[in-house]
């Protein structure tokens, strides 16, 4: 997928080539009317769109940040027999990179606030794409645990820059959208680029395949650091698109960078929106783990699909979770223009990605390829448009704390990371069957579901003193 791919995304799923502001002038819900705001400040000249440049950057950046991560599930089968691996250690392989994943996000977050987007997104680009190539050269199970490892630690800033790029490009009413554009890198890549990555495999073997997508990251992180600048520092972007960001409460802030402290990380949990929706998070990134880890496996053993079979159905949920991605944006977007509720139009859509999700477990009783392919597409479909909590997060965290935020958000979403693969496989080891892995997958959803519903509350900022 090139930058030009993205572009056109961009253009053609949010609607932003033809929509004009009066589109978005009605707000309310006590908030200041952002998007009237907006339209009050224009001059009457011509807005330049950079804002949307950036965001097939970040989009591509992201399709490549969870490719790079992704990839050990499509090469799992293969290089088990070869590096002599079972169930168990396949565990706990899955789950080291979300070990340093998950420790890594609070010092990532807190690196973004201090040296800014751009020099933080390239040194995080360049580092992982390092590890995913070196774990091609993997001789065994400590060689490859270490650099699963390595990946964690230099993946951490990625969602929490993703945060910081979008609160400080994009007005509040046009976030769920972006958020929805960017988050469809998450499963674009694997969904149309599945049988690429099994012939791949079948062809040239597996460890080819983490030698590419390396070299891939390692080229996009050159094109972040030629292209990417800041709103007031960007070649391209006119006054007319910075009065309109800043109208609806973009740019961010431009002070003295904040210096990080523990202190912070107490405070931000203790606010019911930053708690609730990190269980939320939690909850449907263990529906994503499931499918970014075992799903090939569990189609080759538990459905005993054929491995180009397995290539082909594979594709399916990846698509209904990009679909689920822009459904939930889009749908988030337009409840808050019909009822100026933040509240309703972000918690809404994720409640019911929630409990979409949970209907996985329905592929325990069928038995025909094809309905189980349908029934865990509908799941993934609600996972994909949970990546709304993304906006949520950006919504209600304090200017000077985007990026830490962010950070102790995906520390409590990423914890699944550890977890569900841990679990997936020492169920699978025991009872060498996904039944009772697929009914912990829709139990952990409806946690997530419930504590929407009675922990997150209002969706407004967090008032905190820094």
Not at 19 to 45: C, H, I, S
Not at 323 to 332: C, E, K, Y
């Amino acid at each position: 997928m090139t930058l030009c791919t993205a572009w056109y995304i961009v253009k053609k799923w949010t609607g932003w080539y033809t929509t004009g502001l009066d589109e978005y002038a009605f707000w309310g819900n006590g908030m200041e009317n952002t998007a009237t705001v907006a339209v009050k400040a224009d001059t009457g000249a011509v807005r330049s769109r950079a804002r949307l440049t950036v965001l097939g950057l970040i989009t591509v950046g992201t399709m490549i940040n969870y490719l790079d991560r992704a990839v050990l599930g499509v090469a799992a089968p293969s290089m088990t027999r070869e590096l002599g691996l079972d169930a168990v250690v396949m565990g706990i392989v899955f789950s080291a990179f979300s070990w340093t994943y998950a420790a890594a996000q609070i010092p990532g977050g807190a690196f973004v606030d201090r040296v800014g987007a751009r020099l933080s997104y390239f040194w995080s680009v360049s580092i992982w794409s390092v590890f995913t190539l070196l774990q091609g050269l993997a001789s065994g199970l400590v060689s490859l645990l270490t650099f699963r490892l390595g990946l964690g630690v230099a993946e951490a800033p990625c969602y929490p820059t993703n945060s910081r790029v979008l609160s400080t490009w994009f007005p509040q009413h046009e976030r769920a959208r972006a958020t929805g554009v960017y988050s469809v890198g998450q499963y674009f890549g694997l969904a149309f680029l599945s049988p690429l990555l099994f012939w791949i495999v079948a062809e040239l073997g597996w460890r080819a395949l983490f030698v590419i997508a390396g070299v891939a990251g390692l080229l996009f992180a050159a094109v972040w650091l030629k292209i990417y600048r800041d709103p007031q520092d960007h070649p391209t972007v006119n006054r007319a698109e910075l009065d309109y960001i800043e109208a609806g409460g973009g740019l961010g802030y431009r002070g003295t960078a904040t210096p990080f402290a523990w202190r912070n990380i107490g405070a931000l949990l203790k606010h019911r929106q930053v708690l609730g929706a990190s269980i939320g998070q939690f909850a449907g990134n263990s529906t994503l783990v499931f499918f970014l880890t075992w799903f090939p496996t569990y189609l080759a053993t538990e459905r005993n699909m054929g491995w180009l079979k397995v290539g082909f159905y594979a594709v399916m949920p990846f698509i209904a979770a990009s679909v689920g991605v822009l459904v939930g944006g889009w749908v988030s977007d337009t409840i808050i223009r019909r009822t100026g509720s933040a509240t309703l139009g972000r918690k809404l859509p994720i409640l019911t990605g929630l409990l979409l999700a949970s209907t996985i477990v329905i592929a325990n009783f069928v038995d025909s390829d094809q309905v189980v392919i349908a029934v865990l597409s509908v799941a993934f479909f609600g996972q994909g448009m949970v990546n709304l909590g993304w906006t949520l997060i950006t919504d209600v965290a304090p200017k000077r704390l985007i990026g830490l935020t962010g950070g102790v958000f995906n520390l409590c979403a990423n914890l699944a990371g550890i977890v569900t693969p841990l679990v997936i496989g020492v169920i699978v080891g025991a009872t060498g069957s996904f039944f009772y892995a697929l009914a912990y997958i829709a139990f952990v959803a409806l946690i997530g579901a419930l504590s929407y519903i009675f922990i997150v509350g209002e969706v407004k900022p967090v008032a905190m003193d820094v």
